[in-house]
């Protein structure tokens, strides 16, 4: 994040890195917003990161969200932004007033750090910039730390190339009756593969791979430009993380991805990725400890629910040893078992089985990026698996699934997205040694977008059912995973639209999977059978697997 020497001089009297940031107002000083804005909140309102005593609040202000220099139609000046908080639509109890500065050097956003609340409820928010007035947001806040809970109620989602499909689902996601949303990562596409909305030509700032600000601030509001994104943002407050999309494709660490281009250089790419994280964190609902930094952006925190739940953010992406074997499907592949190996890095493993050995809650959920349990794709005696997933680094897997085993951690529950892919799976202490016991579960949502309409029950998904009896439960059709838990049991709900090259397609629950306090594994619940393939949307047909290579 650089600051011109006209922002520094402007609120540096007044300011520190919170204002800089956007989470705090500078003093008592304001800065009038212009006096020709249009409407500075078309991306839409957010809030996140749930704590007992407050969530943080979101948003940008870009009159011109798709201004093609990224900066969305603002100045150059800072402007202040004023939000409250109530306990009513309609603003009659207001709780909490503020003001934040939005600023040139990220984005004219705002994070508003919300303080003061009262435990385990709803509230209202809104921002107003001069005459201007938001879209009304909806929050919650956590319970308070060992309170009973009764029950929680949340979705996950992932992978949401805009090119790919219309975000029909997530008009679904925001009806729901949920207390928060958790997304897995994906949240943007770098470059658009396919183009699978009938009717729809990308525009020529997106035909080209973000490499750079500009581009990546393009695409997050290219994103958030869709009505139903914005609606499942101001219905509940979100966890987010990311995965490798919103870098580039594959990445790990400091190494770029898949391709042959010139940010395979080193420093190139170190800019490139900075660029990509401020984009992230100029967009989504994060507190003040998760602005960039040299060293990179901090994602994997806690978030305690009660006595109830905890479920801790991964980050599989900032810290991993590079792809082993090319980061491909591949089968004979020793050095994924190397002891050297790490998808999450010393420090965030460790964190990560300190926190699975001393938290008091009933249900540790882990939201994990990539597929953690094993998914062989050759039926045969020959293991294939895709290194980029948790089967590349079967060292930290193991490690995290051993200190669940032995060390007491109560219910592991882990959420996947990247596979574009529901999938219901045991986790094994060891993959290994095929009497291992179960000491976990696995829930892999699919996407929301990403390759295309889909199909029930893929060619690709008939050979993991046949190679892994740990698999119980696949479809590669389009949508999200709805949860409900109380203390005994954990309902998974894997709901799915039809297609998603055309808007309206309705939704339902393809199946339901549980599982029960003190038992590790996964249960089938409810499920109508294997239905017949759904008639395709007009002009869908080549749409499935369009997106094939392309996580």
């Not at 080209?208 to 499942?232: F, I, N, T, W």
């Not at 960039?292 to 994602?299: D, E, K, M, N």
């Not at 006595?307 to 040893?321: H, K, S």
């Amino acid at each position: 994040m650089s600051l011109s020497r006209r922002e520094l001089f402007r609120v540096g009297a007044a300011g520190s890195a919170a204002v800089l940031a956007g989470t705090a107002a500078a003093s008592s000083a304001r800065f009038p917003a212009p006096r020709r804005l249009g409407d500075p909140f078309a991306l839409g309102v957010a809030s996140g990161d749930p704590a007992p005593d407050g969530v943080v609040l979101w948003t940008r202000l870009a009159p011109d969200p798709l201004a093609p220099d990224g900066l969305g139609g603002m100045a150059v000046d800072p402007v202040t932004v004023d939000y409250e908080v109530a306990h009513d639509e309609q603003f009659r109890r207001v709780v909490a007033r503020g003001s934040a500065v939005a600023t040139r050097a990220l984005g004219h956003s705002v994070h508003p750090e919300v303080h003061g609340l009262a435990p385990d409820r709803w509230y209202f928010y809104r921002f107003r910039v001069g005459s201007a007035v938001s879209p009304v947001g909806r929050t919650r806040t956590a319970p308070a730390p060992g309170q009973a809970l009764a029950r929680l109620r949340f979705a996950f989602a992932s992978c949401q190339s805009w090119s790919s499909g219309y975000y029909t689902a997530y008009e679904h996601l925001s009806r729901e009756d949920l207390d928060l949303v958790v997304h897995l990562g994906d949240y943007i596409y770098e470059r658009a593969w396919v183009r699978g909305r009938a009717g729809v030509a990308m525009g020529p700032n997106f035909r080209d791979e973000a490499v750079d600000l500009p581009g990546y601030r393009l695409r997050y509001a290219l994103y958030k430009s869709e009505q139903p994104l914005r609606a499942a943002h101001a219905a509940f407050p979100w966890l987010v993380t990311m995965d490798d999309h919103e870098v580039d494709n594959n990445w790990a660490a400091g190494a770029p991805g898949i391709g042959l281009d010139i940010w395979r250089v080193p420093a190139l790419f170190r800019r490139r990725r900075a660029a990509a994280f401020q984009a992230m964190y100029e967009h989504q609902p994060l507190r003040l400890a998760q602005l960039p930094s040299v060293a990179g952006i901090r994602l994997h925190r806690r978030f305690r629910f009660g006595d109830l739940a905890e479920i801790t953010m991964l980050d599989t992406r900032q810290y991993r040893t590079p792809q082993a074997c090319g980061g491909a499907v591949v089968g004979g592949c020793t050095d994924r078992f190397s002891p050297g190996r790490t998808i999450l890095g010393a420090q965030q493993r460790d964190w990560l089985i300190d926190g699975l050995t001393y938290s008091p809650a009933r249900w540790q959920v882990l939201g994990n990026q990539v597929g953690m349990s094993q998914n062989d794709s050759d039926p045969g005696p020959q293991v294939s698996v895709s290194t980029d997933a948790w089967d590349g680094y079967v060292a930290d897997r193991n490690a995290v699934l051993d200190a669940a085993a032995t060390r007491g951690a109560a219910n592991l529950v882990v959420i996947t997205g990247d596979r574009h892919e529901n999938q219901a799976a045991d986790l094994r202490r060891d993959y290994a040694d095929a009497e291992s016991p179960v000491v976990a579960a696995e829930f892999t949502g699919t996407s929301i977008t990403s390759n295309g309409d889909g199909t029930d029950l893929s060619d690709k998904g008939r050979r993991l059912l046949a190679a892994n009896p740990d698999i119980k439960f696949f479809n590669a059709q389009r949508g999200y995973v709805r949860v409900e838990l109380d203390h005994k049991i954990w309902r998974n709900d894997f709901r799915v639209v039809p297609y998603v090259r055309h808007p309206g397609a309705p939704i339902h629950t393809r199946a339901g999977y549980v599982v029960q306090d003190g038992i590790p594994g996964v249960v089938e619940a409810w499920s109508p059978g294997r239905p017949p393939a759904p008639s395709p949307a007009p002009d869908a047909a080549g749409q499935a697997g369009a997106d094939r290579g392309h996580r």
